[in-house]
Each structure stands twice: as C-alpha cells, then as structure tokens.
C-alpha cells in the first residue's frame, strides 16, 4: 500500500501535541542531542575565528595584489558570518544556547587564528583554516548521518562553500607565485 511506512495521521497529531515546549524536537529526533549541540558549537566558534581572521586580512592586506586578494577576504569573512548565523539559527532551533563568549572561542574552535605577516602567509593560514573545517564538517556530516538530517544539510551546504573557499584561496595562491 503506497504511503504505509508514515504514521498514521491520528498518531501524527498526538505525537506533535505531546512535549510541545521542545520545539522542532520531536520524538522522531534520534540524535543525541547533547553532541549535536556541542558539535554545532565548535563549528560556531570555527567560523567566529574565520570570520575575524578574513577581516584582519582584509585590512592588512598590502602589495600589488592586495587589492583583489583583499576583496576575496572580504567576501569570505561575510560567508563565515553567514554560516556562523545559521549554525547559531540552529543550535536554538534544538533547544540550546548558541556559545559566542570570547572565552576560550580559540579552544572550541576547530580552526585557528594565524595572523600571517606577509599576503602570501595570509593566503597559506586561511587556506589551511580553511581545510581543517572541510575535513572537521564531513566528520560532523557522517556522525549526523540520518539521525538529524536538518543538520547535517545544513552542514552539507556550508562544507560545499568552504571546499569553493578553498578552491579560491589556492588559485589565489597561484597567482601570486606567478
């Protein structure tokens, strides 16, 4: 019978009555919720990171190529904050609190902040920035798997910008070597 794997529309509606202060936690969520959060938070606080070093980058950026490299910066550290805002979006949507205190930001965040003296340093610190969150995001998108699919899209569209930033960052790198 098509439509048979659903619940019926009676138990629907009883489930949705039930624990109705959880929000868009329902029964159905199967992921322990705990990990998801602090997950969720340490990506927070990794795109919080990229968010300030892209705009130091930014304003330090100098030389013949600064002006090019520096507005890629520039558009980058709106795509972290971007992200952060999302992931922040969707830590409260679960119930939790969204971690923005500058205490121990550097700790919980996957990535680090490397000031880089030189535009090319500068270049070389986001993109390795910038790879550390596309292998931590595929960890975080495989633990989610199906157990919060809302997630782990969610995560799935910010790994696919970073994997474009990284692009970016490393035909930068080549230009400026040429």
């Known amino acids: 019978m098509a439509g048979a794997f659903l619940s019926d529309i009676q138990t629907l509606r009883k489930r949705a009555r039930e ?6 936690v329902t029964p159905g969520y199967h992921a322990d919720r705990d990990v998801v959060l602090r997950l969720l938070n340490e990506a927070l606080a990794t795109e919080i990171i990229c968010v300030l070093r892209y705009k130091r980058h930014y304003f ?8 090019g490299v520096a507005a890629e910066f520039l558009e980058h550290a709106t795509d972290e904050q971007q992200h952060a805002d999302q ?5 409260t ?3 939790g609190e969204p971690d923005f205190s500058p205490d121990g930001l550097t700790t919980r965040s996957h990535a680090e902040y490397v000031e880089g003296d030189t535009l090319e340093e500068m270049i070389k610190e986001d993109l390795v920035a910038e790879r550390i969150a596309i292998d931590s995001y595929r960890e975080i998108i495989a633990y989610l798997g199906d157990n919060d699919p809302t997630s782990r899209r969610l995560m799935e569209e910010i790994l696919a910008k970073e994997e474009e930033h990284a692009d970016d960052l490393a035909n930068l790198l080549q230009d400026l070597n040429h």
């Open 60 to 67: 330090m950026a100098q030389g013949s190529h600064a002006e």
């Open 87 to 91: 992931i922040a979006a969707r830590i």
């Open 19 to 24: 624990h109705i202060a959880q929000g868009a």
């Open 93 to 95: 949507q679960l119930g």
